[in-house]
């Protein structure tokens, strides 16, 4: 079994574990990004308020909404990433090699290389699971109500932006999802919000160039001090991963805000700031409409979820690949 594929396997599982264990956080989080009002003078509410909130008037279960699709995204997506970072990697890694050859630099992966194969990594994720996170936001972004007149009609599920006025009854599942992304835009929809997507691949980028540089450092410092053990601890790669993916979200957060926008169900009711016609019109409208607030709405959340998917995705992707290798090495030698 490749390098490739090996890593590929052990980001897909590393990937479905944090997401599992951070989910309401996301849910959450995509909600505040996709709140357009303004609010002007009116205090928000806290990440643990709003779960709570969601719990009490919609259930445990909207917490959790869209996250089937979700996970096979997450496990598609890092899959995905893994699987051609190796290679782009291993690429990389003999180009260096080859440069050392002829007397150019140590035979090592520069920050720049590095970046570049994050990035390119980032690029072919985003135009092949770009369609799975569409259908995740809408799933997300949907609230649910009781339905106060009719009695015998239940429950209703109202857009992210709680008008009334656009009401549907359940099921809001998969299905309609996907039914209702093709009749608004045809196939092409389902790669809304893909340009902003497209630009945050940096935040991987940046979040592997720190994870790798740290951890690097950090075992050339061990071992210098130790012979012979030059390895990271689980608590190690927890921290470092937590670190790196700290600093790449401070920096890209407006993107993500903008893509979850883009990605919402869009108001039909004629409201010129509740509906953008793509990108740029997303960013001049929030900027109008909102100001320099609206790309960071959210954002502790964000911080507190991505942080904390990230560390337990990369401490765990670091087991289950040595768990991997030990197996394969355990099988050929009972062979």
Request: proline share 3%.
């Amino acid at each position: 079994m490749s390098d490739a594929v090996i890593n590929g396997l052990a980001g897909a599982g590393g990937g479905i574990i944090a997401q599992l264990i951070t989910y309401p956080l996301q849910t959450v989080n995509t909600r505040q990004q996709t709140e357009r009002d303004p609010k002007k003078g009116k205090k928000s509410q806290g990440t643990l308020e709003q779960m709570c909130q969601v719990v009490k008037e919609e259930g445990w279960e909207r917490l959790y909404g869209g996250l089937m699709p979700s996970l096979v995204g997450t496990a598609t997506s890092q899959g995905v990433y893994y699987y051609f970072y190796q290679i782009f990697r291993n690429n990389a890694e003999a180009a260096a090699l080859k440069q050392k050859k002829i007397g150019i630099g140590d035979g090592s992966v520069g920050i720049l290389a590095s970046l570049l194969v994050a990035a390119l990594s980032g690029c072919v994720n985003v135009l092949l699971t770009n369609p799975i996170w569409l259908v995740v936001t809408r799933m997300q972004t949907q609230r649910k109500e009781l339905n106060r007149t009719p009695p015998d009609q239940g429950l209703l599920v109202v857009t992210e932006q709680t008008n009334l006025s656009a009401v549907e009854p359940l099921p809001y599942g998969t299905s309609h999802v996907i039914q209702e992304i093709y009749n608004e835009a045809g196939i092409w929809g389902f790669w809304k919000g893909v340009l902003p997507t497209l630009i945050m691949v940096s935040n991987p980028s940046i979040q592997f160039m720190l994870y790798e540089t740290m951890l690097k450092k950090l075992k050339r410092k061990r071992a210098w001090s130790k012979k012979g053990s030059n390895g990271a601890t689980a608590s190690e790669i927890f921290l470092l991963g937590a670190l790196a993916k700290l600093g790449a979200t401070i920096v890209t957060y407006p993107l993500l805000v903008v893509k979850a926008r883009l990605q919402a169900r869009q108001d039909e009711t004629g409201d010129k700031r509740r509906h953008y016609k793509g990108t740029w019109d997303a960013i001049i409208k929030m900027m109008h409409y909102e100001g320099f607030y609206g790309f960071y709405k959210g954002m502790g959340t964000k911080i507190v979820q991505s942080v904390l998917a990230a560390a337990v995705l990369f401490m765990m992707k670091e087991e289950l690949v040595k768990g991997i290798h030990f197996l394969l090495a355990k099988d050929a030698a009972n062979t």
